[in-house]
């Protein structure tokens, strides 16, 4: 039995793996790093214990000070008797630190886009050295890690790959980000009626109170728009409200969460459209939390911004749930590689959202069908094929 590590869970990704890879015979294990995100730790993303045997903290710092100062011979000590490492964060830096090729890197964002390069770095800092030191690990341990696994999902993203000239393979696939078994409709209905969380009996009464429930959970960052984060959340506030005018359903809810850098321009644009009492806001919530919310939704909003996307988080956890999804995709980008792409409204614009979300309200019995085939998508791309692709990976390793 091949013995894996998975290094770092930002979004709560490699546990999702970690998973997906023990219920197909391989001995996973995640080592989490320090500074981790609470709301993206283990317990966050399930409803037992089950996972403590496997998953342990490795010491990794996520800092410049904590890279310069971690010694190689620990490093060396933790990677011992593994025969396959999965990375994302700054696992690329931490193996090339002490030699040792990354079998697979898989990115999430910034460890792609930013971290790898000297030029997006501020370099009057008094920590400008090692910042410079594990820019330089981090760059060279993603262009020589045996394999990178990532959609060609805009030009914009692929093009910070395309740059560091690595040296491997290249898998233009979709990570599996979930851990979609343990989240049947039985078993999120139960969790519901048990649970105690505030979250979940506001989200309950809003349910019991509401005609029409919209949910967004993306982080809010929309004053920028040249921005590679510009999210579009203003859209969906304003086409929400259009929305609301133009089909007098004043028992619609939004549910939106106190995450980004402008969520008080939201709230302050919410207040000037007059819809304080339809908005809902939640403090950063966990996964388990977050998808037994999208369960008591009728519809969920990603992103609407100038950049398109296949797959992300949120809106892999709306597929999950089946449930129809709003949301901007350039689909000429995909066709070539995909028989069919899972059904969504599209939307850019403030009127294409209300038009969205009056159709959808106004036809449920479409909406229902369009979770139902974005779930199958979800099963087959994501799921299923995702999962062959990084297994290969690891059989071909010798």
Same mark, same amino acid.
């Given at each position: ?7 770092c ?6 546990? *999702? ?12 294990y ?13 317990e ?60 697979? !890197? ?44 990532? /959609?060609k ?29 343990? $989240? /049947?409709?039985?078993?999120i ?17 809003i ?7 919209? !949910? ?10 040249d ?45 000037k ?23 008591l ?18 809106v892999?956890?709306f597929?999950?749930? *089946? ?11 995909y066709?070539?590689? !995909?028989?069919?792409? $899972?059904?969504?409204h599209?939307? /850019?614009?403030?009127?294409?959202? /209300?038009?969205?979300l ?41």
């Amino acid at each position: 039995m091949k013995k894996i590590l998975l290094i770092c869970n930002e979004v709560n990704n490699f546990f *999702s793996l970690s998973r997906h890879l023990r219920d197909n015979g391989f001995d996973a294990y995640l080592y989490l790093m320090k500074e981790e995100t609470t709301h993206f730790s283990p317990e966050a993303d399930s409803f037992d214990d089950d996972h403590k045997h496997y998953v342990h903290s490795s010491g990794f710092s996520r800092l410049p000070s904590g890279f310069f100062y971690f010694p190689k011979k620990n490093i060396e000590e933790i990677i011992l008797g593994f025969d396959f490492i999965i990375g994302c964060g700054l696992a690329p830096a931490y193996l090339n630190k002490v030699g040792r090729r990354l079998d697979l !890197f898989i990115p999430y964002g910034s460890d792609l886009d930013y971290q790898p390069y000297f030029n997006k770095k501020r370099y009057f800092n008094k920590k400008i050295f090692k910042i410079l030191y594990m820019t330089y690990h981090q760059k060279m341990g993603i262009k020589n890690a045996k394999f990178v696994m990532m /959609s060609k999902t805009n030009e914009n993203f692929f093009s910070y790959y395309q740059r560091l000239g690595h040296t491997g393979r290249l898998i233009a696939n979709i990570v599996p980000l979930i851990y979609d078994k343990q $989240y /049947s409709q039985s078993r999120i209905k139960k969790y519901i009626n048990n649970s105690s969380s505030h979250f979940l009996r506001q989200m309950t009464s809003i349910r019991n109170s509401s005609q029409f429930i919209v !949910f967004h959970h993306c982080r809010h960052e929309w004053d920028n728009q040249d921005s590679i984060n510009y999210k579009g959340n203003e859209k969906l506030i304003k086409g929400f409200k259009s929305f609301i005018d133009r089909t007098e359903c004043i028992d619609a809810s939004l549910i939106m969460f106190e995450n980004g850098n402008d969520k008080k321009k939201s709230k302050g644009l919410i207040e000037k459209l007059n819809i304080l009492d339809n908005v809902h806001w939640f403090p950063v919530t966990e996964r388990k939390e977050i998808m037994c919310g999208i369960s008591l939704s009728d519809v969920g909003v990603g992103e609407l911004g100038e950049l398109s996307w296949l797959t992300y988080s949120t809106v892999c956890e709306f597929m999950c749930m *089946s449930k129809p999804i709003i949301m901007f995709r350039d689909d000429d980008l995909y066709l070539d590689d !995909f028989e069919s792409l $899972y059904p969504i409204h599209n939307a /850019s614009t403030v009127e294409q959202v /209300s038009e969205a979300l009056t159709k959808l309200f106004n036809d449920k019995s479409s909406a229902d069908q369009m979770g139902m085939e974005s779930k199958k998508w979800f099963n087959k791309y994501v799921i299923d094929k995702g999962l062959k692709e990084i297994i290969n990976a690891i059989e071909s390793n010798q």
